[in-house]
C-alpha cells in the first residue's frame, strides 16, 4: 500500500468517530471461493475528504505486513491478543476507538471488484450463521476493496450504552 492508500484507509475509520470499529471478524473455513468470472457490482469510494490529519506512523505492525497511523491525538492503546491495534480519542474512555484485527483467510486471497459479489455473500453467509443481522455492501478504499456493514450493541456498562460498530472487512495477501 503506498502512502495515500494508507491514509484512506485512515480515513475512511476515522469517518467512525463515536463508533467502535474492528475491521475484521472471523474467517469461516466453510464457505468456498468461486472463480471470478464476472465483474461484481459498483464498488462507491468510502474515502471521507474532511477528516482529521493522521498521527505519526506506527513501526510495521501484523509481522511487518500492515503499515498504519493513527490519528493526530489520538493514543494508541496498550497491547492485546485480542486486536492488531487500536486507536482510542481519550486513553481513559473505551469509545470511540478504530480496532484492527486480521488472521488468515483461506476462502479468499484478495478481495477484488470482480469477486466482491462472492465476498459479500460470504460475509452475509457468515453474518447470519451467527444470528446477525445488517446489510453488507461493498465498499473501496483507496485501492482496496470490501464490504461495509453496521451492528448495534449494547456495552456492559452500568448505563447500558448502545454503540454502531462499523466494519470495513476485506481481504490482502490470504489475510482478513
Known amino acids: 500500500m503506498n502512502m495515500m492508500q494508507r491514509s484512506r484507509w485512515i480515513v475512511f475509520l476515522m469517518a467512525a468517530v463515536g463508533l467502535w ?6 474467517c469461516s473455513k466453510s464457505a468456498q471461493e468461486k472463480p471470478e468470472a464476472a465483474a461484481g457490482p459498483s464498488v462507491p469510494d468510502l474515502a471521507q475528504p474532511d477528516m ?22 489520538w493514543a494508541v492503546a496498550p497491547r492485546s491478543p485480542k486486536f492488531i491495534v487500536r486507536f482510542q480519542s481519550d486513553p481513559s474512555a473505551p469509545y470511540p476507538s478504530v480496532v484492527v484485527t486480521a488472521e488468515d483467510c483461506e476462502q479468499f486471497r484478495d478481495v477484488t471488484e470482480k469477486n466482491i459479489s462472492q465476498y459479500l455473500k460470504f460475509i452475509a453467509a457468515e453474518m447470519e450463521a ?40 476485506t481481504v490482502r495477501g490470504g489475510r482478513r
Open 52 to 73: 482529521p490529519p493522521l498521527g505519526d506512523y506506527l513501526p510495521l505492525l501484523d509481522e511487518g505486513r500492515l503499515e498504519m497511523a493513527p490519528p493526530k491525538a
Open 21 to 26: 470499529v474492528p475491521a475484521t471478524g472471523g
Open 130 to 169: 451467527a444470528g446477525r443481522s445488517g446489510t453488507v455492501r461493498p465498499g473501496r478504499i483507496g485501492q482496496m476493496v470490501g464490504v461495509v456493514y453496521q451492528r448495534r450493541v449494547k456495552v456492559k456498562d452500568s448505563m447500558g450504552t448502545i454503540l454502531d460498530q462499523l466494519y470495513f472487512d
